[in-house]
C-alpha cells in the first residue's frame, strides 16, 4: 500500500491504521503560535460506521488504502445472498445482507448499485439518491380522508414499510429517498 504523509490527505480519502480501514470525514492542518505543527482529523470506521477523533503530527505518514468502486447490477436473491454482475467484466459476485446492511431496502432486480471494494472484502455500497418501488401493501385511501398531511405504512415490495399519503394505493410505483427512506413522490 502506498505511504503518504499527513499534509497530502483529503476529505473521502481512505486510510489503514493498524490494520483498521478509515474514511476520513473531516480533518485540519492547525499550526499553533508555539510547538509543531498537527493535523486534527474525524475517521469513520468502514467495517461498523463508528466515528472517532484522531490527531496526528505534521509530516507523520499513514498507509493509504485503495477502495475500488464497481459499478454493479443486482440480478436477483439466491436464498440470503444477493447476486451482482460486474458492469464490465460481466462476473458474478454473491453479496451477504451484512455486507449491504440497510441498502438491501432498496435493491430491486435489475437495479445499480456501487460496490466500494479492499481487496475481495466490500466495505461500502452505494445507491442513487432516489429508488422506483412498487406498494407491495396499503390500506386503501377512504373517500372524503382528505386531512392535510396525513400518512399511513406501506409496505414495499423488498419488504421495507414506510409512511405514505393517504392517496396512494396498493400496487402503486412510488419514489423513496434512500438515503433517509422517507417517500418523495409517486411515479
Given amino acids: 500500500m502506498p505511504t503518504i504523509t499527513t499534509n497530502d490527505i483529503k476529505n473521502g480519502m481512505a486510510l489503514d491504521i493498524e490494520g483498521v480501514l478509515f474514511e476520513i470525514v473531516e480533518f ?12 486534527r482529523t474525524t475517521l469513520k470506521n468502514a467495517r461498523n460506521g463508528a466515528v ?16 475500488d468502486k464497481r459499478e454493479m447490477q443486482f440480478l436477483y436473491r439466491s436464498g440470503d445472498d444477493y447476486v451482482f454482475m460486474d458492469n464490465t467484466t460481466f462476473d458474478q459476485l454473491n453479496v451477504g445482507p ?41 390500506e386503501p385511501g377512504i373517500q372524503g380522508d382528505r386531512v392535510s398531511g396525513a400518512r399511513k405504512p406501506a409496505t414495499l415490495e423488498t419488504g421495507l414499510v414506510i409512511q405514505v399519503p393517504l392517496f396512494v394505493d396498493p400496487n402503486d410505483r412510488v419514489k423513496v429517498d434512500t438515503r433517509t427512506g422517507e417517500y418523495l413522490t409517486r411515479a
Fill in 28 to 39: 485540519q492542518h492547525v499550526k499553533p503560535g508555539k510547538g509543531g505543527a498537527f493535523v
Fill in 52 to 67: 472517532v477523533e484522531r490527531t496526528f503530527r505534521a509530516g507523520e505518514k499513514v498507509e493509504r488504502a485503495m477502495i
Fill in 98 to 138: 451484512s455486507s449491504l446492511g440497510d441498502a438491501s431496502n432498496y435493491l430491486v432486480e435489475n437495479g445499480e448499485a456501487v460496490l466500494k471494494m479492499y481487496g475481495d472484502e466490500i466495505v461500502g455500497i452505494e445507491l442513487p439518491a432516489a429508488v422506483e418501488l412498487n406498494i407491495a401493501e396499503t
